[in-house]
Nanobody, 115 residues
Framework: EVQLVESGGGLVQPGGSLTLSCAAS????????MYWVRQAPGKGLQWVAWITTGGTGTTYIGSVKGRFTISRDNAKNTVYLQLTDLKTEDTATYYC????????RGQGTQVTVSS
C-alpha cells in the first residue's frame, strides 16, 4: 500500500522559509517520479513541482520558480520541497504525490504565510 507522509509545514512571515519533507513507503520509490501539489483555501489542487527518478531533472510551476527547490534522497525514500521567499499566496496545504493530479497523496502539511 502506497503511503506518503508529509511534514514540516508551519506559520511563517512573508519572505520566510520552510523545508517540507515527504516520507514514502509501499512502492519502489527510486523508480517513481515524485510531485508536490498544493491546495489553497477555497481552491482546487495545483501542481507545484516534480522531480525525476534520479533527481537530476526538476520542473516548477512559474509562480514558484526560483523560490522553491524540490529534491529527493532515494536512500531515505524521502522527497523534499524547500520553500524560500514565501508569499501570502503560497498559503496552502502541501502534498507530495505520485502524479501531478495528486494521486496517492498523503494527509498534507499546512503552510501559512502571514504577518
Amino acid at each position: 500500500e502506497v503511503q506518503l507522509v508529509e511534514s514540516g509545514g508551519g506559520l511563517v512571515q512573508p519572505g520566510g522559509s520552510l523545508t517540507l519533507s515527504c516520507a514514502a513507503s509501499g512502492f519502489t520509490f527510486r523508480k517513481s517520479p515524485m510531485y508536490w501539489v498544493r491546495q489553497a483555501p477555497g481552491k482546487g489542487l495545483q501542481w507545484v513541482a516534480w522531480i525525476t527518478t534520479g533527481g537530476t531533472g526538476t520542473t516548477y510551476i512559474g509562480s514558484v520558480k526560483g523560490r522553491f527547490t524540490i529534491s529527493r534522497d532515494n536512500a531515505k525514500n524521502t522527497v523534499y520541497l524547500q520553500l524560500t521567499d514565501l508569499k501570502t499566496e503560497d498559503t496552502a496545504t502541501y502534498y507530495c504525490a505520485l502524479d501531478r493530479d495528486g494521486g496517492s497523496r498523503g494527509q498534507g502539511t499546512q503552510v501559512t504565510v502571514s504577518s
